[in-house]
Nanobody, 126 residues
Framework: QLQLVESGGGLVQPGGSLRLSCAASRFSLRNYAVGWVRQAPGKEREGVSCISLDDSNTYYADSVKGRFAISRDNAKNTVYLQIDSLKPEDTAIYSC???????????????????WGRGTQVTVSS
């Protein structure tokens, strides 16, 4: 089954770090732009980061700039989201999306989406 699978979420104290993974199963992420979004309970979904299909550009929402870093490892067919200096307001379900030949529309969305992952929970609490 062609799918994206996220992992790496968990419970972390404020100020802590996590590395989220978005792995593609049964297809290659080459030539896909990949974005990360999050949704907290009672809030709208928020695009937090995006990496262009050739890795030449990365984008971040203002709320995470300087704390989040998106990267890609083609050998592992995975896109990562390193999240540092976590705050309680970062608590959300984090999901990734991939679009073949797509473009990042800033950090907020992709102009084409072929695959969505189911998400991984990040909880920031002391």
């Amino acid at each position: 089954q062609l799918q994206l699978v996220e992992s790496g979420g968990g419970l972390v104290q404020p100020g802590g770090s996590l590395r989220l993974s978005c792995a593609a199963s049964r297809f290659s992420l080459r030539n896909y732009a990949v974005g990360w979004v999050r949704q907290a309970p009672g809030k709208e979904r928020e695009g937090v980061s995006c990496i262009s299909l050739d890795d030449s550009n990365t984008y971040y929402a203002d709320s995470v700039k300087g704390r989040f870093a998106i990267s890609r490892d083609n050998a592992k067919n995975t896109v990562y989201l390193q999240i540092d200096s976590l705050k309680p307001e970062d608590t959300a379900i984090y999901s990734c999306a991939a679009g073949m030949g797509a473009a990042c529309v800033g950090a907020t969305r992709l102009n084409t989406i072929n695959f969505w992952g189911r998400g991984t929970q990040v909880t920031v609490s002391s």
